[in-house]
C-alpha cells in the first residue's frame, strides 16, 4: 500500500472529530501518526483517503469504524509496574492507610488501563503487602476506551516480550503460568481482584462505583485543558473523601480542581480527596 498523504484541511477536520468523539488533542504536523494508524484501516476498508473517511464518520457513522478509527489513534503502550513509584507508594502508605481505616475490601480504579498491566500489576502489589503482614484485600477495575484492549486485558495472556517489559524474572515466575512456548497468562489468585470494561473518560462515570484510589496516569495530557478540567472534576466525584488519585509523573492538577490537596510522599507526589 502506498503511504497516505494527507493535506492540511483534511487532517484538521480529522482533529477536530478526534476531539470530539474522545477528547485527545492532536497536535500540529502529526499527518505522519495518523497516515501510520489508519492507513491499514482504510485499506481494508476500502476507503481511498483521510477526507472520505472524515465524511463517512460525520455523515453516516456506524458504532463499529467510529470505534476502530478511536482504537487505531489511542496509545496503548504499557508496562508492567511503569515507573516504580505509585506501586511502592501503594504497598509502602496506602495500604497501611487502608488496613487501619478498616476499608474492606480497597477499590481501586486502573482508567485508560490499556491491555491491562497496571490493574494486573496493583493486584501483584496487594499480595506483596500482605506478604509482609497485611490483611488486605481489593477490588481493582480496569477501563480503556478500546474494546480491543479491554478485551486483551480480561483474557491476561501475553507474548513472552510482553511478559517480560517491566517485570523482574522473580515476579514472572510467581504470578504467572507459563502457557506453550511463546506466552505467559496471570495466575487465577492475580487475576481474581479485577474487573475490565470498556469506558470512555468523557462520558458518564455512574456504573463504575465509588473508588479509594484511583490511577489516572499518562492519560491527561493527550487531552485538551476543557477536557482534563472536565476528566479531574469526574473522578473527584466517584472518589471518596480521604481517598487518593495517583497522575502521572509528568501531569499536574494544577488549576484543574480544589477537590484534592497534593501530598508528598518518598519523592513523588499524590492527591487527596478533600473532605
Same mark, same amino acid.
Given at each position: 500500500?502506498?503511504?497516505?498523504?494527507?493535506?492540511?484541511?483534511?487532517?484538521?477536520?480529522?482533529?477536530?472529530?478526534?476531539?470530539?468523539?474522545?477528547?485527545?488533542?492532536?497536535?500540529?504536523?502529526?499527518?505522519?501518526?495518523?497516515?501510520?494508524?489508519?492507513?491499514?484501516?482504510?485499506?481494508?476498508?476500502?476507503?481511498?483517503?483521510?477526507?472520505?473517511?472524515?465524511?463517512?464518520?460525520?455523515?453516516?457513522?456506524?458504532?463499529?469504524?467510529?470505534?476502530?478509527?478511536?482504537?487505531?489513534?489511542?496509545?496503548?503502550?504499557?508496562? #508492567?509496574?511503569?515507573?516504580?513509584?505509585?506501586?511502592?507508594?501503594?504497598?509502602?502508605?496506602?495500604?497501611?492507610?487502608?488496613?487501619?481505616?478498616?476499608?474492606?475490601?480497597?477499590?481501586?480504579?486502573?482508567?485508560?488501563?490499556?491491555?491491562?498491566?497496571?490493574?494486573?500489576?496493583?493486584?501483584?502489589?496487594?499480595?506483596?503487602?500482605?506478604?509482609?503482614?497485611?490483611?488486605?484485600?481489593?477490588?481493582?477495575?480496569?477501563?480503556?476506551?478500546?474494546?480491543?484492549?479491554?478485551?486483551?486485558?480480561?483474557?491476561?495472556?501475553?507474548?513472552?516480550?510482553?511478559?517480560?517489559?517491566?517485570?523482574?524474572?522473580?515476579?514472572?515466575?510467581?504470578?504467572?503460568?507459563?502457557?506453550?512456548?511463546?506466552? #505467559?497468562?496471570?495466575?487465577?489468585?492475580?487475576?481474581?481482584?479485577?474487573?475490565?470494561?470498556?469506558?470512555?473518560?468523557?462520558?458518564?462515570?455512574?456504573?463504575?462505583?465509588?473508588?479509594?484510589?484511583?490511577?489516572?496516569?499518562?492519560?491527561?495530557?493527550?487531552?485538551? #485543558?476543557?477536557?482534563?478540567?472536565?476528566?479531574?472534576?469526574?473522578?473527584?466525584?466517584?472518589?471518596?473523601?480521604?481517598?487518593?488519585?495517583?497522575?502521572?509523573?509528568?501531569?499536574?492538577?494544577?488549576?484543574?480542581?480544589?477537590?484534592?490537596?497534593?501530598?508528598?510522599?518518598?519523592?513523588?507526589?499524590?492527591?487527596?480527596?478533600?473532605?
Amino acid at each position: 500500500m502506498a503511504a497516505l498523504s494527507i493535506g492540511e484541511e483534511e487532517y484538521q477536520a480529522f482533529a477536530r472529530f478526534l476531539e470530539r468523539a474522545c477528547g485527545i488533542v492532536l497536535g500540529p504536523s502529526k499527518q505522519y501518526l495518523v497516515a501510520s494508524r489508519l492507513g491499514p484501516l482504510l485499506e481494508a476498508e476500502g476507503i481511498p483517503d483521510l477526507a472520505t473517511l472524515v465524511q463517512r464518520l460525520e455523515q453516516r457513522p456506524t458504532a463499529d469504524l467510529k470505534g476502530r478509527v478511536i482504537e487505531a489513534m489511542t496509545t496503548n503502550e504499557t508496562q #508492567w509496574f511503569r515507573d516504580s513509584f505509585p506501586f511502592d507508594v501503594l504497598r509502602k502508605h496506602l495500604l497501611p492507610e487502608m488496613e487501619r481505616r478498616r476499608v474492606w475490601p480497597v477499590r481501586i480504579w486502573s482508567a485508560a488501563c490499556s491491555s491491562g498491566q497496571e490493574a494486573y500489576s496493583i493486584s501483584m502489589t496487594v499480595d506483596e503487602y500482605n506478604d509482609g503482614g497485611g490483611r488486605m484485600e481489593a477490588e481493582i477495575v480496569g477501563t480503556d476506551i478500546s474494546a480491543g484492549m479491554v478485551e486483551e486485558a480480561r483474557r491476561g495472556r501475553y507474548t513472552a516480550n510482553v511478559a517480560r517489559r517491566g517485570l523482574a524474572p522473580e515476579r514472572q515466575k510467581r504470578f504467572f503460568d507459563a502457557v506453550g512456548e511463546n506466552a #505467559w497468562e496471570v495466575k487465577p489468585a492475580v487475576r481474581r481482584r479485577t474487573s475490565f470494561r470498556v469506558h470512555n473518560l468523557l462520558e458518564s462515570y455512574a456504573g463504575l462505583g465509588r473508588f479509594d484510589i484511583v490511577y489516572c496516569r499518562n492519560v491527561l495530557i493527550y487531552f485538551g #485543558w476543557e477536557s482534563r478540567r472536565d476528566i479531574v472534576q469526574r473522578i473527584a466525584g466517584v472518589t471518596r473523601p480521604g481517598g487518593y488519585l495517583i497522575v502521572g509523573a509528568s501531569e499536574s492538577l494544577a488549576r484543574h480542581s480544589d477537590e484534592f490537596e497534593l501530598v508528598r510522599l518518598d519523592g513523588g507526589v499524590i492527591y487527596r480527596r478533600r473532605g
